[in-house]
């Protein structure tokens, strides 16, 4: 079981607007920053948005990030076809010595 | 270009030993973080470890403390993972990923290199 918590599946149709929760505690998303990585089928996953907010360049703004005390979301608008992927939040966790923390992941589907 | 490209992966039986390395390329590898990270087959990401862009500091995930040992070789930009005492439930494809500290997100990621620890 994740220490982050994230539905396991979302899904949207082509334009829309959809967001993934990701839910944590105050050890790690309530004391640090948000990071969401993107992972297409059969690929290594990819830095989306780091800080809570950022995104590296390559992604368009079509995704954002947001977090509020112990918990983030990413919303993607205009979603699109190629946005279908698995979706994960992480953050350091500053109990034990320290340690990143992943939530389980979300399957993004677009009908 | 950020290259990062793992090896050592393969079969090994429960209670050896392997050591995974990952070979970096277009960065000053010496000035950044290393993260390994691994997913099972089918399932989520799970931390591994990590090591400072020193060296000086060292993570580990408590699944792998006292098993595993992260170290680097800024000289030949290589960070490398020693992996004993493994169990079936450390398979997994190993990734290694790029951060500027510690504290931050992984920009960079490598292929993957499985490890599969089978009788």
């Known amino acids: 079981q994740s220490v982050l918590t994230q539905p396991p599946s979302a899904s949207g149709t082509p334009g829309q607007r959809v967001t993934i929760s990701c839910s944590g505690s105050?050890?790690?998303?309530?004391?640090?920053?948000v990071n969401w990585y993107q992972q297409l089928p059969g690929a290594a996953p990819k830095l989306l948005i780091y800080?809570?907010?950022q995104r590296p360049s390559g992604f368009p703004d079509r995704f954002s990030g947001s977090k509020s005390g112990t918990s983030a979301s990413l919303a993607i608008s205009g979603l699109q076809s190629e946005d279908e992927a698995d979706y994960y939040c992480?953050?350091?966790?500053?109990?034990?010595?320290?340690?990143?923390?992943f939530g389980g992941g979300t399957k993004l589907t677009v009908l | 270009e950020v290259q990062l490209l793992e090896s050592g992966g393969g079969l090994v039986q429960p209670g050896g030993s392997l050591r995974l390395s990952c070979a970096a390329s277009?960065?000053?590898?010496?000035?950044?973080?290393m993260n390994w990270v691994r997913q099972t087959p089918g399932k989520g990401l799970e931390w591994v470890s990590a090591?400072?862009?020193?060296?000086?500091?060292?993570y580990y995930a408590d699944s792998v403390r006292g098993r595993f040992t992260i170290s680097r070789e800024d000289s030949k930009n290589t960070l490398y993972l020693q992996m004993n005492s493994l169990r079936a439930e450390d398979t997994a494809v190993y990734y290694c990923?790029?951060?500027?500290?510690?504290?931050?997100?992984?920009?960079?990621w490598g292929q993957g290199t499985l490890v599969t620890v089978s009788s």
């Open positions: 277009g960065f000053t590898f010496s000035s950044y973080a």
């Open positions: 800080s809570n907010n």
């Open positions: 105050s050890s790690n998303i309530g004391s640090n920053t």
């Open positions: 090591i400072s862009g020193s060296g000086g500091s060292t």
């Open positions: 992480a953050a350091w966790d500053d109990s034990l010595n320290g340690h990143w923390v």
């Open positions: 990923a790029k951060s500027y500290s510690v504290l931050d997100g992984s920009s960079h």
